[in-house]
């Protein structure tokens, strides 16, 4: 029997076919970070959950953000993005700031701090509208592992140290981890990571347990502004679809949806987002593929060299030899 052709790309339902019978929906996060205040509690109540090591007070010296990645351990990570004003305005920094701008640093050259006005009772640009705005804006994210559809680390992984759950998530277990770090480097999000002391592979599991409990993952339940959404991931896509047309019509035209694709490179992701900027902006790959989605063609190719060499090798003993 011929595999099925969307094994390693296209759309498919990731539980069962993995094998699971009579699989309950499939279940994923949905983070709208257009109401994300950054305030961690996320990376607070995964660690807390799960049991995953502090990763110490690492100041970048470049933002609020003190984790700056997605690590063995930072399942969770609330990324800071600053930027000068509201991105698809149309105005350069050098308008609004009043000053030439470093291209590779995004900031005023020479500027000092800037100025951004003493707390009023309304948000920002509210009393002047958007277009007068010139004071800065954070983006934030609450960034996770993409339980993808298509995942390569489990298609590289020789322990079956990663298994696909029943709700289409995708799970480590450490126990039979033999820290050969394949999986690292098939992700095409890099979103997995060694444990410095013992070599394993760590990230997300979607909070398995919970799940098998009936319970809401850990970040989605201590989320205070319901950026994080966790539920079945159908409902959870036509739910963003409205949240962005709501926003549209409320005068966010770069609001956009990032990973809900079932057709994208990876065949949609278990958890996706509501982005206000281009996914690079947010450390995103911008058109993400399975890394493994080519291997059947570049097996096939490899055979078919080898046959070629193993020809020419037979055919120059047979010349040799008459």
Known sequence: MLPDPNSLYGPLDPAPEAG????????????????????????????????????????????????GALTANSWRHVAFIEQPRPAG????????????????????????????????????????????????????MSDVCKHCTHAACLDVCPTGSLFRTEFGTVVVQEDICN?????????????????????????????????????TPACAQACPTESIQYGPLDELRERAAARVTTLHDGGVPEARLYGHDPDDGVGGDGAFFLLLDEPEVYGLPPDPVVTTRDLPKMWKRAGLAALAMAAATVAAFVGGSS
Not at 100 to 117: E, H, S
Request: glycine fraction near 14%; aromatic fraction near 8%; charged fraction near 20%.
């Open 179 to 215: 820290g050969c770090g394949y999986c690292i480097s098939a992700c095409p999000y890099g979103v997995i990571d060694q444990r410095k002391d013992d070599g394993r592979a760590w990230k997300c599991t979607l909070c398995y347990d919970r799940l098998g409990a009936g319970m």
């Open 20 to 67: 699971y019978e009579n699989a309950p929906p499939r279940m994923g996060f949905f983070t709208d970070t257009s109401v994300c205040i950054g305030c961690k509690a996320c990376e607070v109540a995964c660690k807390e959950w799960n049991g995953v090591p502090e990763s110490g007070l690492d100041l970048l010296g470049m933002s609020y953000d003190n984790t």
């Open 89 to 140: 305005h149309g105005v350069a920094l050098a308008d609004v700031l009043g000053a030439p701008v470093d291209a590779d640093r995004a900031r005023p050259v020479g500027a000092g701090p800037q100025f951004l006005g003493m707390p009023g009772a309304q948000p920002p640009g509210r009393g002047t509208g958007v277009e007068e705005r010139t004071d800065f804006r954070w983006l934030m």
